[in-house]
Each structure stands twice: as structure tokens, then as C-alpha cells.
């Protein structure tokens, strides 16, 4: 299961055939494993990657990382 997951990973569009030659099964055999792994959770879903930047679309993307330290003080004065 490890190497089909890994080659769906790399091409998710891999026709089931080209796999099953790569994996050395059948594409039956191919096809119940990606079923399984559909119905266990494994996988998914599938996405496009897309190169904005070859489409014409600028954008701008940014990672914020922070972090917030809290602290409660609780004082008392009599």
C-alpha cells in the first residue's frame, strides 16, 4: 500500500494500469487497494497545483508565524 500511496502522491492521474505495471498487480488489484484507501480515510481527496505565476495571476502568498504568551496575574491589595 505504501508504494501506491506514494505514486498517487507524486501523480494522482496515473491511469490504473500504469500503476498496476509499476506495482506488479493486476489493475483489479490496483483499483480495490485505491478503493480501500478511499474508504478507510487514507486518501482524501485529490487537488490540482496550480503555477499562478504561468497563469498571469499575480499574487502574493505570506506565512505569519506568532505566538502569544499569556500570563494572569491575580493581586489582591487590602
Given at each position: 500500500m505504501?508504494?501506491l500511496?506514494?505514486i ?14 509499476m506495482l506488479?498487480k493486476?489493475p483489479?488489484e ?7 484507501a478511499?474508504?478507510?480515510?487514507i486518501?482524501k ?8 505565476e504561468?497563469a498571469?495571476v499575480?499574487r502574493?502568498e505570506?506565512v505569519?508565524?506568532?505566538s ?10 487590602v
Amino acid at each position: 500500500m505504501e508504494q501506491l500511496l506514494k505514486i498517487l502522491e507524486d501523480n494522482a492521474r496515473m491511469s490504473v494500469e500504469d500503476i498496476a505495471a509499476m506495482l506488479n498487480k493486476s489493475p483489479a488489484e490496483v483499483a480495490a487497494m485505491i478503493d480501500l484507501a478511499r474508504a478507510q480515510g487514507i486518501i482524501k481527496g485529490y487537488k490540482t497545483l496550480v503555477d499562478w505565476e504561468k497563469a498571469g495571476v499575480n499574487r502574493v502568498e505570506a506565512v505569519i508565524d506568532f505566538s502569544i504568551k499569556s500570563s494572569i496575574c491575580l493581586e489582591t491589595s487590602v
